[in-house]
């Protein structure tokens, strides 16, 4: 059994909520980069020039990359073999996101209530999702999520016979509908089978996955790179202002399900793809 202290915890999340709102994602400047590369359109290069500048000031400056510093999204891995003590895990994580939110000037997001809309003033909660692992390490994702792209996500009981076409159809038209809002370029995380909660969590948890990563399941990658080439085929390009770019990558994570059920969902990642990893 391996001991940890939420002194620790709470330490290692408040300076990754810092990091990630100042450096976005490791190696997400180098992906603008490429893409610039492979941009037609003008006004397209012009919003990815203006994206890699932004970057090198947040970084440069320590300030946040974008305005909204989203809700932070904690995606725990827990070792069964590890005692928390000191406290309760959840408080602190919570802790750990009020401390950097308030320590590093980043804009607080959060409303107690979705109709008293009475802001916490710490960003606090945290969305808190624990999954248990065997072994004795604790790992806490974390992903400051802005509300621009997570409020194009959307989610559908398909059935089966709607079938693998059915869910190309509804990623695609998504995109269509939503994706020019949620600040393209984009990375698109997809949601296939489990249930109706269970298939919004797999969406989301796609978007930990790292860059151009493909699911290890061949079918699957095989048409993560069709959903890249068919979303990019819509010219919706970088900022929506026309272009090849506007999926940087897209992600499938997949749950069995029921018989009658054909669960999918789509969670919109925007180009300030803010996530840190904490491993104690
Ligand atoms: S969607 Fe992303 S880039 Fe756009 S405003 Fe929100 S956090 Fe910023």
Request: with cysteine; glycine share 10%.
């Amino acid at each position: 059994m391996r001991i940890i202290n939420v002194k620790d915890i709470e330490e290692a999340v408040s300076k990754v909520c810092m990091e990630i709102n100042y450096n976005l994602r490791e190696g997400m400047e180098k992906i603008i980069e490429e893409v610039l590369q492979k941009e037609e359109s003008e006004s397209g290069k012009e919003v990815l020039r203006q994206i890699l500048e932004n970057i090198a000031i947040a970084r440069d400056e320590k300030i946040p990359a974008c305005q909204d510093t989203g809700v932070c999204i904690a995606y725990v891995e827990l070792g069964q073999d590890v005692r928390i003590e000191g406290g309760f895990l959840y408080d602190a994580i919570n802790k750990g996101v009020a401390n950097g939110y308030v320590k590093g000037y980043l804009r607080k997001s959060v409303v107690r209530d979705p109709f008293n809309r009475i802001n916490t003033k710490d960003n606090t909660p945290a969305m808190i999702h624990v999954e248990l692992i065997p072994g004795d390490k604790l790992r806490i994702k974390l992903m400051a999520k802005g509300a621009g792209s997570e409020n194009m996500c959307k989610l559908a009981m398909l059935t089966p016979a709607d079938g693998l076409e059915g869910v190309k159809r509804f990623v695609i038209d998504t995109v269509k509908e939503g994706g020019i809002n949620a600040c393209p370029p984009l990375i698109i995380g997809v949601g296939i089978g489990g249930t109706f909660d269970m298939v919004g969590w797999l969406a989301k948890k796609a978007l930990f996955r790292g860059m151009n990563v493909r699911n290890k399941d061949e079918f699957y990658a095989k048409l993560e790179l069709e959903l890249i080439k068919e979303i990019n085929d819509l010219g919706i390009g970088p900022m929506g202002f026309g272009g090849r770019v506007t999926a940087l990558d897209v992600r499938i994570e997949v749950a069995p399900c029921h018989i009658a059920s054909l669960p999918v969902a789509v969670n919109f990642e925007c180009h300030a793809h803010r996530v840190g990893e904490i491993i104690l």
